[in-house]
C-alpha cells in the first residue's frame, strides 16, 4: 500500500504504547476488517513528519480479492488523517524497506504567515536562493552524516548518499529536495535547519564542508511540520 497522511495528528509512524502513531491507527482499522498481518514500512518518519508517498507491505487475506473495494472501505474508516493511494500485490521477496533504491524528502518553506499553512510549511522566506543552490550541491555524493543525525539513533553506519537535491520556487512556497538512498534519523531536518543559518548569515559554506567532514558546527533540527516523506522508489 502506498498511503499518506497528516504527521502532525501522530507521534510519529512506529507503533507506541498509550500514544497514537501511524502505525496504531493503521493496525486498529486492518483488524475492524479481518486483517492481522504485521506491517512493515518503507521507513520510519519522526513526530509531526508528514508523508504523501509512505509504503507499507502487509498480507491480505484471501477473501480480500476485490483491492478497490478494499481501499473505499479503508479510507472512510482512516479518514481523515490517513489515505490509502493505491494497493497492489507483489512477489513474495518483496520487502518494504530493504527492496528501496531511492528515497525522497522535501521540506516546505512558506513566505507568507497564515494559520492555514502553518501545519503543512514553516514560514520563512529565503534571503539568498543563490547562495542556498551552492550549498545544496555540496550534499549531492556518498559522505558520513554523523553530524547530522539525532542522538541516540541505532543505524550502524552513518554513510548514506544523496542523489540529488534541489531548491524549487512555487507560488508563495520554496520547496527544498533531496533524494538519497537513505536518511539517518533527524537527518533531513538537520540539514535544513543547517542550510537556513547559512541563509540568515550565522554560518558559511566551509561550516558546512567542515560538518560533512565530521566537524560539529550547528546540530539543532528544524520544525518537523514542514517535512514530507514524498518519493519511494524500488
Known amino acids: 500500500m502506498r498511503i499518506a497522511y497528516n504527521g502532525g495528528a501522530f507521534f510519529g509512524f512506529q507503533r507506541q504504547n498509550g500514544r497514537q502513531s501511524v502505525a496504531n491507527a493503521l493496525e486498529n482499522v486492518l483488524h475492524s476488517v479481518g486483517i492481522f498481518s504485521k506491517i512493515i514500512a518503507s521507513g520510519r518518519t519522526d513526530k509531526g513528519v508528514h508523508s504523501s508517498a ?5 498480507e491480505i487475506p484471501y477473501f480480500w ?12 474508516k482512516l479518514a481523515p488523517n ?14 518494504a524497506r530493504f527492496s528501496v533504491k531511492r528515497r525522497g524528502y522535501c521540506y516546505v518553506l512558506s513566505k507568507y504567515s497564515s494559520p492555514f499553512l502553518t501545519p503543512f510549511s514553516l ?30 539513533s541505532d543505524e550502524k553506519t552513518s554513510v548514506r548518499t544523496i542523489f540529488k537535491a534541489e531548491l524549487r520556487e512555487f507560488k508563495g512556497f520554496w520547496i527544498l529536495s ?4 537513505g536518511f539517518l534519523r533527524s537527518q533531513v531536518r ?8 547559512i541563509d540568515q548569515g550565522n554560518l558559511t559554506l566551509k561550516d558546512l564542508e567542515a560538518q560533512l567532514l565530521g566537524e560539529r558546527r550547528y546540530r539543532i533540527p528544524i520544525a518537523p511540520n514542514g517535512l ?5 522508489d524500488y
Do not use: C
Not at 509512505?54 to 502487509?58: G, N
Not at 480479492?65 to 472512510?76: H, M, S, V
Open 54 to 58: 509512505q509504503v507499507i507491505a502487509l
Open 65 to 76: 480479492k476485490d483491492l478497490k473495494g478494499l481501499q473505499a472501505l479503508l479510507n472512510t
Open 82 to 95: 490517513i489515505t490509502i493511494k493505491r494497493i497492489w500485490e507483489v512477489d513474495r521477496d518483496f520487502h
Open 123 to 152: 514560514h520563512y522566506n529565503l534571503k539568498n536562493p543563490s547562495l542556498m543552490q551552492q550549498a545544496l550541491k555540496l550534499f549531492v555524493g556518498t559522505h558520513n552524516f554523523s553530524a547530522f543525525k539525532k542522538q541516540g
Open 178 to 181: 533531496f533524494w538519497g538512498n
Open 190 to 197: 538537520l540539514m535544513v535547519g543547517f542550510l537556513l543559518e
Open 228 to 232: 514530507f516523506l514524498s518519493r519511494v
